[in-house]
């Protein structure tokens, strides 16, 4: 079956969340043992920055760390491979979607302090499903036995695209993570992203972890909504130059000059990173209609 073609509709097919169908999971293509995590967000909120030095910071910890980029920009790795690695998609192009064909050094490179990086890409703009292409990636991680030696496994999901493809990761996912700003367009967004993984847990173990605010100086706003919704804040990362800086570098944060406040960051993101390896107990927010949080957000 090429990359591209619709699943097989002859598999089971699960409800997932009032008024969609989704194809349901093929137990055969279930990571395994591998603590999972999904990271979702605004557009350019910080995701990737905070997916791939929360991977340096679970190496740092001495786990075995996998790290999948789900954007068809596949920029989400850079800064842990100081490069932009060829996708998946693009090299099952090369050998006519001949997935066989194909090595792992292929499409998975090693990056900062171990951590292997693999970009899943994207169909052509209009022509494929995004979560699709996340499912044959997991397939090909499975057939080349890579996810065995995995302790974690990190998913970094396009935007706040919530349709059935891009929160396919929700499928394999133990946890969802969320990243926002202390501001309307983010939390709005979160609450959207909120509702996606909640219609996920019907049919899946995904639960939601909580939320870190990122590029924020205060979080009175994310704490309102959490104490609203049923969620927590797990981490805080303020607008720091050095963070947006070390993207400019390539690089992740632990590889800047320290200074009080990288060093202070670095320890936040081990902090968080010894935090969801222990277990965060799962969640069970309730999301806002979205005329419901259009009047909840803003100041009096």
């Known amino acids: 079956m090429a990359l591209l073609d619709p699943p097989i509709r002859t598999r089971e ?13 093929d137990p055969a293509d279930r990571i395994g043992t591998a603590k999972v995590f999904a990271v979702y967000g605004k557009g350019g909120i910080g995701k990737s920055t905070t997916s791939s030095n ?6 740092l910890l001495g786990k075995r760390v996998l790290q ?11 800064t842990l491979t100081k490069k932009l690695m060829p996708t998946v998609i693009d090299v099952l192009e090369t050998v006519e979607f ?28 209009g022509t ?13 991680l499975k057939q080349h036995h890579l996810l065995e030696d995995t302790d974690v496994v990190l998913f970094d999901v396009l935007g706040d695209v919530v349709c059935g493809g891009f929160a396919a990761p929700l499928q394999h996912a133990e946890r969802a993570v969320v990243v926002a700003a202390n501001d ?28 870190i605010a990122n590029r924020s100086a205060a979080t009175d706003e994310i704490d309102r ?8 804040r797990l981490a805080h990362f ?30 936040e993101y081990k902090r968080l990173a010894a935090q969801l390896w222990a277990g965060c107990e799962p969640l069970d927010a309730q999301p806002m209609k979205d005329r419901e949080i259009f009047e909840f957000l803003g100041f009096e």
Request: negative net charge; proline residues 5%.
């Open 68 to 78: 999948i980029g789900c954007d068809p920009k596949h920029d989400s790795t850079f």
């Open 225 to 232: 909504f959490n104490a609203a919704t049923g969620l927590k």
């Open 98 to 125: 001949h997935s066989e064909e194909l090595r792992p050094e292929d499409y998975m490179f090693e990056g900062y302090n171990g951590v292997m990086c693999v970009e899943a890409g994207g169909p052509p703009a």
């Open 184 to 211: 309307f367009d983010s939390i709005f967004a979160m609450n959207r992203i909120v509702a996606a993984i909640k219609a996920k847990a019907k049919n899946y173990d995904v639960r939601m972890a909580g939320v």
């Open 13 to 25: 097919r699960l409800l997932d969340g009032e008024g969609s169908v989704q194809v349901g999971l």
């Open 238 to 267: 303020p607008d720091l130059d050095a963070i947006r800086r070390s993207r400019l570098k390539k690089c992740t944060l632990f590889e800047m000059e320290p200074t009080p406040e990288v060093d202070a960051a670095c320890l």
């Open 54 to 59: 929360l991977s340096a910071a679970f190496s």
């Open 128 to 140: 494929g499903c995004g979560g699709y292409v996340v499912g044959q990636t997991v397939k090909l």
